[in-house]
């Protein structure tokens, strides 16, 4: 991969950075004539807490000023204090980033691992009771809203049969360290993370699915099977490492989703990550914490979809320039 | 006079030849679709959901929505005890509120497509069309937004314009358009390039009249099937953005329902009839959308064919 097509792909993405940085800026400030009133909507406001308000948003200040100074402020990652937790937005955001992060990772790995697996299996059982199943199951979960599954999860084992805790990352009462620690971790963690596995479990299985059924058609497997392969070996060294290509890069971009993929879910299970701290902010409101928020969520997006282009560059030639 | 009149016959004769192919096309559509089984069952289960959305005022009491008026209700009483299926936490009858949330739900859904699939249209075959410079800076801004975490960015929109059913709409609308232009883009770069534009060009049509009589027409069998299948993505953010507390608490869609169960405690009072319907609203509606959605594609777009079964 040259030199030249890597920086183009990384100058474009800062560019793209640049431009989520202003429009967050304006999507705050400019929406709507009045932040003041639409965050606090409904509620009494004095005329004397309307003008701090104002004053803590900057809003006194010119346009023009206001923008240098949230520009300032972003540059050095000073997002402003948050309302509900009254302590600095990025701290916060640090703080609860890791939670979140292990638990979509580990969601999205598994959901790739076990989506290609049943792609896969569909695929080269075509038109058998196999591959009927396996696509009415991935469409039929890809069609749930992923949070409505964690509140039928939730009822069943957690509540009626009481298998697994309510929610939450640990057992507060607990004091256990070591093994007995990461125990009682893995069993909070399992039913947000089953949600989360299954409900996109169902997009990398289509997907490869529909992949590998493109590549059975090639005139290179035709041949391996001329060779006399054995249909497994045909399978697992010739059709499945062209097919998987689309999944590698769905599961590349599926990672810029390791910090906003699971708002809904997070609150659900009161999994105390960035996905609940965003439906806290939401009903606080707390706007310097959606900001700071949003502009997270989108440069860890702008980030990985950097590094799919990347990937596939480097795993598909075709890709890069001459 | 009799030269104008001539010209008059053209014009409609020339029309009714188109019409009467688009007809015949349509036919040929509908004869294959019909014996698409999964694509029928999708239209199925939309003909209910649509028929029970639009019979709403017949089939159920819309005062029934409102706590004020089911306060001799019992709460969270289940199926065998109240009601076909029970009521939530304020008494109110589930069924009644699953009957009109499917308006609410199909309403956002439609409607907030279309806008997506009308701005993304426009920008794609604009882009497409023109190429070069604008078509550039048209593309650049396509990526921009589709780089954008859509939730989130939904989420502050609508935090921002405070919760009610057009802004939903607008929210999701203004959010969900890059994926069909760039879709739409793509096809009318190959379209552009056909003999009948450049023939049609080269007989002195101006830029308005290609793009809508010829364009247009070929790339709207595309628009249909992405339409369909975006419809499926909006009914789902609609239930998110919902669920977050930024629907319309007094027009209930599916999603509202599911935040108010949530917010009530239907899950720790093992209420599960209050949740249950919503829910399978949701998914079967999504479901019979994907459905259509891919069966059209299957059906207008040969090289997909293969792949069907």
Known sequence: MSSRFIAAKVAGSLVTLVFVVCFNFFLFRVVEGDPVANLYRGRNLSEHQRENLTKQFGLDKSQGGQFVAYLKQTLTLNFGRSYTGNAPVWGEIKRKAGPTVALVGISAILSAVFGVLLGIAAAWRRRTRTDYGVTAFSVGTYSMPDFWLGMVLLTLFAVVLGWFPVGGLEDPAASSTGIAHVADQAKHMFLPCLTLTVGYLGEYAIIMRSSLLDTMREDYLVLARAKGLRDILVRNRHAVPNAILPVVALLAINFGFVLSGAIAVEAIFSWPGLGLATYDALKGPDLPMLQGLFLVFSASVIFFNLIADLLYGYLDPRVRPA | ?309
């Open chain 2, 1 to 309: 006079m009799s030269d104008a009149r001539a010209t008059v016959m053209d014009v409609t004769s020339a029309r009714r030849i188109a019409w009467i192919r688009r007809r015949r096309a349509f036919g040929r559509a509908w004869d294959e679709y019909r014996h698409h089984l999964p694509g029928m069952i999708g239209l199925g289960i939309l003909v209910l959901a649509v028929a029970m959305a639009l019979a709403a005022p017949v089939l159920a009491d819309e005062s029934g929505l409102r706590a004020i008026n089911t306060v001799h209700n019992p709460t969270f009483a289940s199926p065998a005890h109240f009601a076909p299926l029970g009521t939530d936490a304020l008494g109110r009858d589930v069924l009644t509120q699953f009957i009109w949330g499917a308006r609410t739900s199909l309403l956002v859904g439609l409607v907030a497509t279309l806008l997506a699939v009308l701005i993304g249209s426009i920008v794609g075959i604009a882009a497409g069309f023109f190429g070069g410079k604008i078509g550039g800076v048209l593309m650049r801004i396509t990526e921009w937004f589709l780089v954008i975490p859509f939730l989130p960015l939904a989420i502050v929109l609508a935090a921002i314009l405070g919760p009610s059913v057009r802004n939903i709409i607008i929210v999701i609308g203004i959010t969900s358009w890059p994926q069909p232009a760039r879709l739409i883009r793509a096809q009318v770069l190959t379209l552009r390039e056909r003999d009948y534009v450049d023939r049609s060009r080269a007989l002195g049509a101006s830029n308005w009249h290609l793009m809508t009589r010829h364009i247009l027409p070929n790339v709207s069998p595309l628009i249909l099937a992405n339409t369909t299948l975006t419809v499926p993505i909006v009914i789902l953010s609609e239930a998110t953005l919902s669920f977050l507390g930024l629907g319309d608490p007094l027009n209930p869609s599916w999603g509202q329902m599911l935040d108010d169960a949530f917010e009530s405690g239907a899950v720790t009072a093992q209420a599960w009839w209050v949740f249950i319907p919503p829910g399978l609203g949701i998914m079967l509606v999504a479901l019979a959308f994907t459905l259509c959605g891919t069966a059209l594609e299957e059906i207008l777009d040969p090289r997909l064919r293969d792949r069907r079964g």
